[in-house]
């Protein structure tokens, strides 16, 4: 008999249902303690009232937020002697389970409002003009690092897939099962980069082989690794962080 | 001139707006700052962390969804109350006149219990104190810009010394605040009728003090 359920079969399904209890408890947990304190009488159920209240006040910082940034303010840069060594891992699981790539079978798949829909090679992102810079990564827990991150301008990229540029989002979903999004005016910044190097070497696997977004003007969470996929879209695409209330926008 | 028949009377202490601007802005700092100790637990700057009852947020989405949802009303209140204490003369009334001298005199007066207490109007301690938490207020809310939008501002971050010494400088702005907060909370304890008169706005005074000097 092979009537055995292995959970693991199950498992990014129940990932799903266990990120959609999280984020309904997730502000609301949070909220019952702010409750007692500022809302006499307050229990779960005003706790409803508080999360939404909650998520109303982060979209409407997502709105002041992408109306104050700069298209043309740059991220301060640094020189080489301020890179942070060894550059900290960072993801939503431990070292060890970082994806192993295949470089010479990995393509990046492109879909939504673009021209051009041809899955890219590693050669072929390599012949691309590439720019590199040294900028400061700073995470939502509050720490920050220096890195040297090199590869193809974003801007350039969506220009050759003939990208809608009109549209209001790019979309990533990655490799690690990790996926993000953000509006068009920062993947437009002439600092965005789509990243196939750390320091002088390609991205090893902690950083996010074969291919990371580098978005010096957002937190470190924006950053998405192990890019497998790429879309053009006018319907909002969330993330891993954004949908358990991290705030989309998140720029610095 | 007529004695007043009652025994006691009342005297204005603390304007509407004064009252109404500490009471939002109590509940925006409660809010800030236990948000604010949440999202330091998840990368402390010291070798410590805040207990879990003394946050809010319950993780570090939930924290910083309060902090900048807060924000909002602290700084809201906070421009309002400015306004009002430079527009108005409460500030010069209030807070002044402020030096060195007075402070040291009411200090020895305080510590050797001789200090005199004219009802609706600060020692010089007090003004200093007062004077020293709204300037902390402005770091903080300079400071945690300087956070929130280091590419954006990175003016204002590079004033305070780039990004991470703006952090420890929110910290430290934070711990001032907070000690203030424990002083403020002691005094109203030892004396709970400047807690009616932050509500009521008046203040009673005995009549045979009536004519105390200034």
């Given at each position: ?43 779960l159920s005003d706790g409803d009232t508080v999360d939404r209240l909650l998520w109303a006040m ?130 437009l910044h002439p600092q965005t980069i789509l990243a196939l190097d750390y320091g002088k070497d ?51 | ?118 009802v609706g109007a600060y020692n010089a301690v007090q003004r200093l104190a007062y004077v020293v ?82």
């Open positions: 008999m092979s009537g055995d359920i292995k959970l693991s079969d199950h498992s990014p399904a129940l990932r799903r249902v266990e990120r959609r209890l999280h984020r309904r408890g997730l502000l609301r947990g949070g909220l019952s303690l702010g409750g007692l304190t500022l809302l006499t009488g307050c229990n982060s979209r409407f910082n997502d709105k002041v937020q992408s109306w104050l940034f700069d298209p043309d303010q740059l991220a301060p840069t640094f020189a080489e002697k301020d890179i942070t060594t060894p550059f900290p891992f960072n993801a939503f699981y431990s070292e060890d389970s970082t994806p192993e790539i295949d470089g010479d079978t990995w393509k990046l798949e492109v879909s939504g409002l673009v021209d051009d829909r041809t899955p890219w090679t590693l050669s072929r992102l390599r012949s691309l003009p590439q720019e590199s810079q040294i900028t400061r990564h700073i995470c939502i827990e509050g720490w920050s690092a220096i890195g040297q991150w090199s590869g193809v301008p974003f801007r350039t990229f969506l220009q050759r897939i003939g990208a809608d540029t009109r549209a209001r989002y790019v979309g990533f979903r990655c490799a690690d099962r990790y996926y993000s999004s953000i509006d068009m005016a920062t993947a390609p991205l090893p696997a902690e950083y996010g082989f074969p291919l990371k977004l580098r978005v010096p003007t957002k937190l470190g969470f924006k950053n998405p690794k192990h890019i497998a996929a790429l879309f053009v879209t006018n319907d909002y695409p969330g993330g891993w962080w954004e949908d358990q209330g991290y705030n989309w926008f998140s720029g610095s | 001139m007529t004695h007043d028949p009652e025994p006691i009377r009342f005297v204005a202490v603390h304007p509407l707006v004064v009252r109404i601007t500490h009471w939002l802005n109590a509940i925006a700092m409660v809010c800030m700052i236990m948000s604010g100790w949440q999202i330091y637990n998840a990368s402390p700057l010291f070798p410590f962390t805040f207990p879990r009852w003394a946050t809010l947020g319950g993780w570090l989405g939930g924290a910083i969804a309060w902090h900048l949802a807060a924000m909002w009303l602290l700084v809201a209140n906070a421009l309002v109350y400015f306004a009002y204490g430079l527009a108005g003369r409460h500030f010069l009334r209030a807070f002044l006149p402020l030096t060195p001298r007075l402070v040291w005199r009411d200090l020895l007066d305080a510590l050797t219990f001789r200090l005199k207490h004219t938490v709204l300037l902390l207020g402005l770091l903080a809310v300079a400071s945690g810009l300087s956070l929130w939008k280091p590419v954006q501002l990175h003016g204002l971050a590079a004033l305070l010394g780039g990004y991470e010494v703006a952090r420890r400088i929110h910290f430290l702005a934070m711990a001032g605040i907070v000690a203030f907060i424990v002083l403020h909370l002691t005094l109203v304890a030892l004396v709970p009728r400047t807690l009616v008169s932050m509500i009521t706005g008046r203040a009673r005074i005995p009549a045979s003090h009536a004519e105390v000097e200034p």
